[in-house]
């Protein structure tokens, strides 16, 4: 297939640059070069699937899925060759595993202290940032920390790469978890590689080695479980990804209302106490007196002395009257309005749920864009689990964000001045809140037009029987013949352009003769159709010939003035579609029952839709 031939070279392409710049440099100190290559990666992967699309969305699931997983795990087999550049925390990690694998609780102190007592590792020591913090990453983090010293003690080699190593398999055991909710409901895989070949991704786990690998696999797994209704499972999974990542827990409580108000509140409840079992069993072999109070004073210094790459928290801060250097600190201010912003966000994404599963995928990711965009301090990895969820949410723009973002890694460059800084937040800003403008209001559209699919099919349904067939002629989008296929009736869609966005069969036709036989359908159905088209007589008796009952609606005038406010109108409101303006040939009732006559049509009975500022009608007729 032409289709895999052109995603393997481009992923072979961009895994052997990613290798060999990986090789020869530390991104951090090559950071310009390290953007370029990261932009390019993401143009080369994103342009190769735009322009295969149709065929990659139309493969068979399991074969999309192998594709869409080899490639990823080619990527990250490229980006682990990097150094450790682009942050400092494996260190810690591993300074933990050496603790866990010794017997011992990491939470009982910090890593000066446990030095001062003539434990530890010095040279490893050294390299820790914040050697006096206790550590915060929960359980099930500690046993991966201690599963790659455990490695190199037992094979060999260095245990930063082996973490490494184990981050990168829990990542693609994550998409594969991701690529099966998909197929579970019958969506394509292809989605999936929104998250899998994104170069956040590889680089921020294979190369960087971070946390949030861990629990991406638990993430897909609490929504599958979740929207097939299994309470149990999903608070198990909800646990698990807490033990991973506390952050992950952001999601929780979206998920249990969806429970709630698909199940009930015992659902819900369920879920919570198997969420909180989970998590009690996960932290009870490291339990030490310290702990909570350990982790109360690290989670108090994250909190109120660290920010990175925040425009919402500088920008309060600046409100708020702060100037650097000069005037004391208000993070005792900050602190709490961002963190009742996000509880308040998570809130109403909380009540919007209405237990479908459209709106608990697109609520996940609402709340991790939430918490990532009131949170003081947003590293390139933070934006890993939002990648992830609106890859099954069905979004984009967490995809851009997640490009724009690696312009953060120059903030670490001495020549990068404050002022700098601030632009570049500006611009990423601007540019992920362009393209979220553009898809959500496409999303947006989308809905209205749903809706008046609906509202347009309920009044051609009064015209039905049973269950005939329909021809949705000039079905546009499709939406009406989709409502009219759910209530039983077999349909088909056409069109001289497909714009279809169902999964409803549909051909594209010249608009002069339809590839249709004499009396094919019981019923063809003119939605507002008949205005736009070149010909409109002979759409007419087109319909009249391959239909045994003709459903009209169509849009009229009754005076010149109405005329010309109802082609402003309807230009408008196609060019929102992405619909350039052409000419109209807008007619009155009189006129439509005329032109129906004349291509040998009989009407059986017409009525008013509508007099006011849209003036519309319904007719229907057959043949003579």
């Known amino acids: 297939m032409k289709a895999l031939r052109s995603v393997g070279i481009a992923a072979a392409?961009?895994?052997?640059?990613?290798?060999?710049?990986?090789?020869?440099?530390?991104?951090?100190?090559?950071?310009?070069?390290?953007?370029?290559?990261?932009?390019?990666?993401?143009?080369?992967?994103?342009?190769?699937?735009?322009?295969?699309?149709?065929?990659?969305?139309?493969?068979?699931?399991?074969?999309?899925?192998?594709?869409?997983?080899?490639?990823?795990?080619?990527?990250?087999?490229?980006?682990?060759?990097?150094?450790?550049?682009?942050?400092?925390?494996?260190?810690?990690?591993?300074?933990?595993?050496?603790?866990?694998?010794?017997?011992?609780?990491?939470?009982?102190?910090?890593?000066?202290?446990?030095?001062?007592?003539?434990?530890?590792?010095?040279?490893?020591?050294?390299?820790l940032n914040r050697p006096d913090a206790q550590t915060v990453y929960p359980p099930l983090a500690q046993m991966a920390f201690a599963a790659a010293v455990g490695l190199e003690q037992a094979i060999g080699g260095a245990s930063e790469r082996w973490l490494r190593a184990v981050f990168s398999l829990f990542d693609l055991l994550g998409i594969v978890a991701l690529g099966l909710v998909l197929v579970r409901y019958r969506r394509s895989v292809m989605w999936v590689a929104l998250y899998a070949w994104h170069p956040l991704a590889y680089w921020e786990v294979a190369a960087g080695g971070h946390t949030e690998a861990l629990g991406i696999v638990w993430l897909a797994a609490l929504l599958g479980f979740a929207a097939s209704s299994r309470p149990v499972a999903t608070g198990v999974a909800i646990g698990l990804a807490g033990l991973a990542k506390w952050t992950f827990l952001v999601v929780s409580p979206v998920v249990a209302f969806f429970l709630m108000r698909r199940r009930g509140l015992p659902a819900a409840v369920l879920a919570t106490v198997a969420a909180l079992v989970v998590s009690a069993v996960g932290y009870a072999p490291f339990y030490t007196d310290r702990l909570w109070d350990n982790h109360l004073e690290s989670l108090g210094l994250y909190a109120g002395h660290f920010s990175f790459n925040a425009p919402v928290y500088y920008t309060l801060r600046f409100l708020l009257g702060y100037r650097e250097g000069i005037t004391e600190p208000v993070s005792h201010i900050t602190g709490p309005l961002l963190t009742a912003a996000t509880i308040g966000a998570v809130a109403v994404i909380c009540w919007w749920q209405d237990g479908t599963r459209r709106r608990l995928f697109s609520g996940v990711a609402w709340s991790a864009a939430a918490y990532i965009a009131f949170t003081p301090v947003f590293h390139p990895w933070y934006a890993l689990p939002l990648l992830a969820a609106g890859a099954l949410a069905g979004w984009t723009t967490p995809a851009v964000l997640g490009v724009v973002i690696v312009v953060s890694y120059t903030f670490y460059a001495p020549w990068m001045s404050a002022t700098g800084q601030a632009v570049l937040m500006g611009v990423q800003t601007a540019l992920v809140g362009i393209w979220a403008v553009w898809e959500f209001g496409s999303h947006g559209l989308r809905r209205i037009l749903e809706r008046r699919g609906v509202k347009k099919a309920r009044i051609v349904a009064e015209f039905l029987d049973g269950q005939e067939s329909v021809l949705d002629l000039g079905a546009g989008e499709g939406f009406v013949g989709q409502t009219l296929a759910d209530q039983g009736h077999p349909v088909q869609l056409v069109d001289v352009v497909d714009r279809n966005a169902t999964d409803l069969d549909f051909k594209v036709y010249d608009g002069v003769e339809l590839p249709f036989d004499t009396d094919a359908f019981d019923v063809v159905v003119i939605s507002y159709v008949l205005h736009h088209a070149e010909r409109p007589d002979k759409v007419l008796s087109e319909a009249l010939r391959v239909g045994r009952k003709v459903v009209i609606l169509e849009t009229v005038y009754e005076r010149g003035w109405d005329r010309r406010l109802v082609t402003v109108l309807d230009h408008s409101a196609n060019a929102l579609r992405g619909m350039a303006p052409e000419p109209l040939r807008l007619d009155t009732v009189d006129g439509w029952l005329d032109r129906i006559d004349s291509v040998g049509g009989h009407v059986e009975s017409w009525r008013w839709l509508g007099r006011g500022i849209h003036r519309h009608i319904a007719v229907v007729c057959r043949s003579r």
Do not use: N
């Not at 068979?60 to 400092?88: E, G, N």
């Not at 694998?101 to 020591?125: C, I, K, Q, V």
């Open 13 to 127: 392409m961009v895994a052997t640059v990613t290798a060999g710049f990986a090789y020869f440099f530390e991104p951090r100190q090559s950071v310009l070069a390290f953007g370029a290559l990261f932009f390019a990666s993401a143009a080369v992967m994103g342009t190769v699937v735009w322009r295969c699309r149709r065929p990659l969305w139309a493969m068979h699931w399991k074969q999309a899925l192998i594709m869409v997983v080899v490639v990823a795990a080619l990527f990250r087999i490229a980006a682990l060759v990097a150094p450790i550049s682009l942050s400092d925390d494996i260190w810690r990690y591993l300074w933990d595993g050496q603790i866990v694998l010794e017997g011992e609780s990491p939470y009982a102190e910090s890593a000066t202290e446990r030095l001062e007592r003539g434990l530890g590792d010095r040279d490893l020591y050294e390299k």
